[in-house]
């Protein structure tokens, strides 16, 4: 069921328009993530959709209602939106925050209700700000501060929750708590989140379908938009440099002749990796199998590296290529402390640098 939708929308600040020709929909109990570069229009099309910003051309859709159809308090009934701006909160509590969500319900005097009061409670405990209760808004830190205006939005009981980029200032396992209460909303509550993210990692982990903002914007699940190189070209990173499995960006390789030749496998090579290219060092890997973890970041650093079908063991051919290029480097740094059958060549690596003298602890 389609809780909201944009038919060919266009927004933007004034005639500046930033965000054109748009068509998306939000299902209920799905979520759904909007990345782009800086500037591509993400906190722009919250705000169109909420209709703090005026629509360009193009509709809004909420059900069957058209945006510009309904009052204020008719969308804050079904819609929440929570920004990354700084709210003005003057000697205001972190409960009468939370509160204030309750506004489309409370009628002209404010005036909350048990089971108004039920609401903000369930909010701050799902949220774990409920220690925070009576603290002055202005004096917690900033992820904190997000964690209230969560839960004012979750508050407020909306159908469909909007937000613009909700793990800013939060710490890591901040945000993996906020992202999992978010799926487990949509999984309970039968909530559509709508959300702005710049962790692709996270975008990918946690998203039912991710819209993409571009010259022609992209709609699809997370496994068709981290595929095909469709994230590199979006974000302008070089080839090779952005991992589809796990969401992750490395930098570009060092050019120049390998020094150093990297035995490894299993990610036990990784930390090598990293530190020579923070060295700046160009290196050489391998042998490691397609399928191996590390990979990726290996093609990614790596000035060259050897590579051998999954599952087989590394052949003849794939050894005395990697053997050739220890011979030409000045070092050797080897990762693996064990070797079984489909690796045994490397073991023969270990001992030919060993006995040319490069290899290092």
């Known amino acids: 069921m389609e809780l909201l939708s944009a038919k060919g929308l266009s ?7 930033i965000v054109e020709g748009l068509s998306f929909e939000l299902r209920e109990g799905e979520v759904l993530t909007v990345i782009g570069r800086n500037g591509s229009g993400k906190s722009t099309l919250l705000k169109t959709v909420t209709g703090q910003l005026s629509i360009i051309s193009g509709e809004v859709y909420i059900g069957e209602r058209g945006l510009g159809s309904m009052t204020a308090a008719e969308t804050a009934r079904i819609m929440s939106l929570m920004l990354t701006d700084r709210i003005t909160a003057e000697r205001m509590t972190c409960r009468a925050i939370v ?11 404010g005036l909350l209700s048990k089971s108004d009061s039920e609401v903000v409670e369930d909010a701050m405990r799902l949220t774990d700000v409920t ?11 900033d992820g904190q501060r997000q964690r209230v205006m969560l839960a004012r939005a979750i508050a407020q009981q909306p159908k469909i929750m909007l937000l613009d980029e909700p793990t800013s200032y939060l710490d890591i396992g901040a945000k993996l708590r906020l992202l999992t209460l978010l799926r487990q909303l949509v999984r309970e509550r039968g909530i559509a989140v709508m959300m702005t993210l710049h962790e692709l990692e996270l975008a990918q982990r946690f ?17 068709e938009i981290f595929s095909g190189g469709r994230i590199a070209e979006l974000y302008g990173v070089p080839e090779g440099s952005f991992c589809e499995l796990y969401g992750s960006a490395e930098p570009q390789r060092i050019g120049g002749e390998p020094q150093v030749f990297v035995i490894g496998g ?12 923070r060295e700046g060092v160009p290196f050489a890997a391998g042998v490691l199998h397609e399928n ?18 999954a599952f087989e063991p590394i052949s003849d051919s794939a050894y ?21 059958t489909t690796n045994a060549a490397n073991a023969r690596l270990l001992e030919q640098a060993s006995a040319l003298g490069k290899l290092e602890n």
């Open 11 to 17: 927004a933007g600040y004034g005639k500046t328009v």
């Open 99 to 109: 509160e204030s969500g309750r506004y489309p319900y409370t009628g002209r005097l």
């Open 131 to 141: 220690d925070l209760a009576d603290r002055d808004f202005r004096f917690i830190s």
């Open 207 to 223: 998203s039912d379908r991710v819209l993409c903002l571009a010259d022609k914007p992209l709609l699809g699940t997370p496994e």
């Open 266 to 277: 299993g990610g036990t090579g990784v930390s090598v990796y990293r530190r020579l290219w």
């Open 292 to 309: 191996d973890a590390e990979l990726p970041v290996a093609k990614a650093l790596a000035a060259e590296v050897v590579t051998e079908r």
């Open 320 to 340: 005395a290529k990697a053997s050739a290029l220890l011979a030409k480097c000045p070092r050797a740094v080897c990762t693996l402390t064990t070797f079984g």
